[in-house]
Nanobody, 123 residues
Framework: QVQLVESGGGLVQAGGSLRLSCSAS????????MGWFRQAPGKEREFVAA????????VCADSVKGRFTMSRDNVKKTVHLQMNSLKPEDTAVYYC????????????????WGQGTQVTVSS
């Protein structure tokens, strides 16, 4: 089992950058694939990015490809989401998630979730 806590959200102007962090508890963190999802008001939760347990493979949603980068540090038990060139449509609550399975773009593929951190991008 792993517990996840997101941080780093805030208010930023369009075109700016934010770096989200997810801190994990549990000794088995390095065995989990990790993902980021986001959910805007009135919208379904959508996939943002995922990373393998080794950090050697990543995948990003088309909507953020080229702007967002995911990374992980298994020693510090953290994952990050570097968000550049932010757009108002990126505004959402961002959630960190962990899976005991292979990387997935579906929320159903993840077993554990953080509480979320708010990202607001002004125009």
């Amino acid at each position: 089992q792993v517990q996840l806590v997101e941080s780093g959200g805030g208010l930023v102007q369009a075109g700016g950058s934010l770096r989200l962090s997810c801190s994990a508890s549990g000794r088995t963190f390095s065995t989990y694939t990790m993902g980021w999802f986001r959910q805007a008001p009135g919208k379904e939760r959508e996939f943002v990015a995922a990373i393998s347990w080794s950090g050697g493979s990543t995948v990003c949603a088309d909507s953020v490809k080229g702007r967002f980068t995911m990374s992980r540090d298994n020693v510090k038990k953290t994952v990050h989401l570097q968000m550049n060139s932010l757009k108002p449509e990126d505004t959402a609550v961002y959630y960190c998630a962990a899976s005991v399975r292979l990387m997935s773009t579906s929320s159903l593929g993840y077993d554990y979730w953080g509480q979320g951190t708010q990202v607001t991008v002004s125009s």
